[in-house]
């Protein structure tokens, strides 16, 4: 299956009290991201989610703006992460993926954080644009969703 022809994302069942969710949205491509977290605030209404947004200067921002956020010690119950690098001329764009996905995996396994991220790297604008566009796929939804079985396993674990 690609995404151009995944069914949309539905929000997993929730118990328990509406989720607090911090995202972290990096806006250098500013439409894709913009339609990612537009899908993932949707999605996130359907379980009454109460959504908070920041945001940072580009992707490789994202881990450290994790890190803050759960140093701050305002309480979450999960994270969404939002970003998009394009594949350029130089070796840039392979640091920048490795390091900001690593990062991310670190600080949200070292944290036990729930975390759904939509760090799209592609190698044309045209195919973020179709991973973050409002109808099919979208890649911010599948983001919402993860964060949300996250919380669901938390809840169930903790019971």
Known sequence: MSTAD???ARAPVLT??????????????KQVVEGMLDSAKTLLAQVNAEVTVVEVSGAFE?????SIAVA???VFDGYIVLGCVVRGETDHYEFIC???LDG????????ALCLGTAVLTVDTLAQAVARSHETGSNKGAEAAVACLRQIALKRALAA
Request: net charge positive; proline share 14%.
């Open 98 to 100: 490795a390091s900001t």
């Open 16 to 29: 328990g009290p509406a989720p607090q969710i911090l995202a972290i949205s990096a806006p250098y491509y």
């Open 72 to 74: 701050s010690g305002k």
């Open 62 to 66: 994202l881990p450290q703006a994790l």
């Open 104 to 111: 991310l995996l670190r600080v949200a396994a070292e944290q």
């Open 6 to 8: 995944a069914a949309p």
